[in-house]
């Protein structure tokens, strides 16, 4: 389990944010610019919150009052970021073995895994720059996962992408979490996607939780609930 009680100061606001997830998919909901990205990031270890505890598995990630801070090589947390930051000047396979500390059998066989589960076995010698955007979003989830994390930190990791591939690769997040069964955690600011993807959701507004917005009922089907 994920466990996240933190404040942190912004330019203009305090974030002010708490959830657990155990291992299902989160959404973080809002619009730009409330503390999303954020969250992810001290989650991640690449920003410090002011205050508060997050956990994992028990294990403490940072603790304020204890003066704990696990850095992020050390945390076992996957990050796709927005942009999938894939290197230009490696083709898919380095990419995706960028930063296996291993490559021993065990490793071996994910990586095999990956590419059949992903459906990028024939672009392993291609260049980054060459592949459309949705073979993009495969090879860096397939980077993520290759290091083994036990928790999955996702920023709009959709958002550029054209509407048919959009929703194929929702579907393709919904099993990859699935089968790893580990927490995914995801930032999107759109109602859509929130729905199609999120076992719960979690709104934001200015670094607040809030209820749901007052249009969320015309956007998506009841089923989904607010995390309080």
Same mark, same amino acid.
């Given at each position: 389990?994920?466990?996240? !009680?933190?404040?942190?100061?912004?330019? !203009?606001?305090?974030?002010?944010?708490?959830?657990?997830?155990?291992?299902?998919?989160?959404?973080?909901?809002? &619009?730009?610019?409330?503390?999303?990205?954020?969250?992810?990031?001290?989650?991640?270890?690449?920003?410090?919150? !002011?205050?508060?505890?997050?956990?994992?598995?028990?294990?403490?990630?940072?603790?304020? #009052?204890?003066?704990?801070?696990?850095?992020?090589?050390?945390?076992?947390?996957?990050?796709?970021?927005?942009?999938?930051?894939?290197?230009?000047?490696?083709?898919?396979?380095? =990419? $995706?073995?960028?930063?296996?500390?291993?490559?021993?059998?065990?490793?071996?066989?994910?990586?095999?895994?990956?590419? %059949?589960?992903?459906?990028?076995?024939?672009?392993?010698?291609?260049?980054?720059?060459?592949?459309?955007?949705?073979?993009?979003?495969?090879?860096?989830?397939?980077?993520?996962?290759?290091?083994?994390?036990?928790?999955?930190?996702?920023?709009?990791?959709?958002?550029?992408? !054209?509407?048919?591939?959009?929703?194929?690769?929702? #579907?393709?997040?919904?099993?990859?979490?699935?089968?790893? =069964?580990?927490?995914? $955690?995801?930032?999107?600011?759109?109602?859509?996607?929130?729905?199609?993807?999120? =076992?719960?959701?979690?709104?934001?507004?200015?670094? %607040?939780?809030?209820?749901?917005?007052?249009?969320?009922?015309?956007?998506?089907? &009841?089923?989904?609930?607010? $995390? =309080?």
């Amino acid at each position: 389990m994920l466990h996240i !009680d933190i404040t942190k100061q912004l330019s !203009d606001f305090e974030l002010q944010i708490s959830f657990s997830v155990e291992n299902s998919i989160l959404v973080l909901f809002g &619009p730009s610019g409330c503390g999303k990205t954020t969250t992810l990031r001290c989650i991640a270890g690449l920003e410090k919150p !002011d205050a508060g505890i997050i956990s994992k598995g028990g294990q403490k990630l940072y603790a304020s #009052e204890t003066k704990e801070f696990i850095p992020p090589s050390r945390r076992r947390v996957g990050f796709m970021f927005q942009d999938y930051a894939l290197f230009p000047h490696m083709n898919v396979h380095k =990419n $995706v073995w960028y930063g296996v500390q291993k490559a021993d059998q065990k490793a071996q066989d994910l990586y095999k895994k990956l590419l %059949r589960l992903l459906k990028i076995e024939h672009l392993t010698e291609r260049f980054t720059d060459k592949l459309s955007g949705g073979e993009r979003q495969r090879v860096a989830l397939a980077r993520a996962l290759m290091a083994e994390p036990e928790i999955l930190l996702l920023d709009e990791p959709l958002s550029a992408l !054209d509407n048919d591939t959009r929703l194929e690769l929702q #579907e393709e997040l919904k099993k990859m979490q699935q089968i790893w =069964n580990i927490p995914f $955690v995801l930032v999107t600011h759109d109602p859509r996607e929130a729905r199609a993807v999120g =076992n719960k959701v979690l709104f934001l507004e200015r670094g %607040r939780q809030v209820t749901e917005p007052a249009n969320w009922e015309c956007q998506c089907p &009841p089923r989904l609930q607010a $995390v =309080n």
